[in-house]
């Protein structure tokens, strides 16, 4: 990057600890933002808004566009920026209660956005899953190579816990790459947009049990399952006999429906 660009960006001052890399390229930002298929009623909320890449246009496409912003001071610079902005919650996005923090009981399902921070990106995911009730779509920023271990399938090398919970909660899709010139400070690594269209109603008797299932199932993904959840197994007393499944598998053999049934017939088995 030359110097006089270098001067241009300078005043973002973006913090290491928060892991910031702002979008400096606009034509991007409209592209991303495109994605979303806003409409003036839809109720928007942009997670990390930095210094307002998306949020200058986001604010004009819809009345109800809120933000969660943990900088408190990219929230006054954001008020002082934009008028149309309803609400900044100057919050931690990963702490943020949407029931009682945003006071909306919405007639229509929330759409969010934002190009969050690389090192926070599976715990962002698992709280929008966790919430899959309230959202329709998700437009994410992330890095490329977990958007591939996203929206990877059975049988590849990319497959595997995220994979598979993203596929449960979602339909995700990898849209296009971004260059780490697109961003200041500019990233080591490339980014690509994800789309994930939430699902409503995922057939799991017990999360915490599906959870644990896949967890330990791809704990020693080069292992057949047998040998994965063996110690699993035992402590909730079951036999392998008890299930009709092929247990020499391997983890990344298994879909994520799969998943969902090998869960609930343990869920159903302790039940008893």
Request: net charge positive; aromatic share 12%; charged share 30%.
């Amino acid at each position: 990057m030359g110097l006089l660009k270098k001067e241009k960006y300078l005043k973002y001052r973006p913090k290491k600890f928060l892991g910031q890399n702002f979008l400096v390229d606009d034509n991007i930002a409209k592209k991303i933002i495109r994605q979303l298929g806003i409409t003036g009623d839809d109720i928007v909320i942009e997670i990390g808004p930095g210094h307002g890449a998306l949020t200058k246009h986001l604010v004009n496409m819809t009345n109800n566009y809120f933000a969660v912003e943990i900088d408190k001071e990219k929230c006054d610079e954001l008020y002082e920026k934009f008028s149309g902005i309803k609400k900044i919650f100057n919050k931690d996005f990963l702490k943020f209660d949407f029931e009682n923090d945003l006071k909306l009981k919405p007639s229509k399902k929330i759409k969010i956005i934002g190009n969050i921070p690389y090192n926070l990106t599976t715990e962002i995911l698992f709280k929008i899953f966790e919430n899959h009730k309230i959202f329709e779509t998700a437009i994410l920023t992330i890095q490329k190579e977990v958007a591939e271990r996203i929206t990877a399938k059975p049988k590849s090398k990319e497959y595997g816990i995220l994979s598979v919970q993203s596929c449960i909660y979602s339909v995700p899709k990898m849209l296009f790459t971004i260059p780490a010139t697109a961003f200041f400070p500019k990233p080591k690594v490339n980014s690509a947009v994800l789309k994930l269209e939430l699902k409503e109603k995922p057939e799991i008797k017990n999360t915490e049990i599906f959870k644990l299932i896949v967890r330990e199932s791809f704990g020693q993904r080069r292992k057949m399952m047998r040998n994965s959840l063996e110690k699993c197994f035992e402590s909730y007393n079951l036999s392998f006999t008890d299930f009709d499944f092929d247990f020499t598998r391997r983890a990344e053999t298994v879909s994520p429906e799969e998943y969902i049934v090998l869960s609930n017939r343990v869920y159903n088995l302790i039940q008893k």
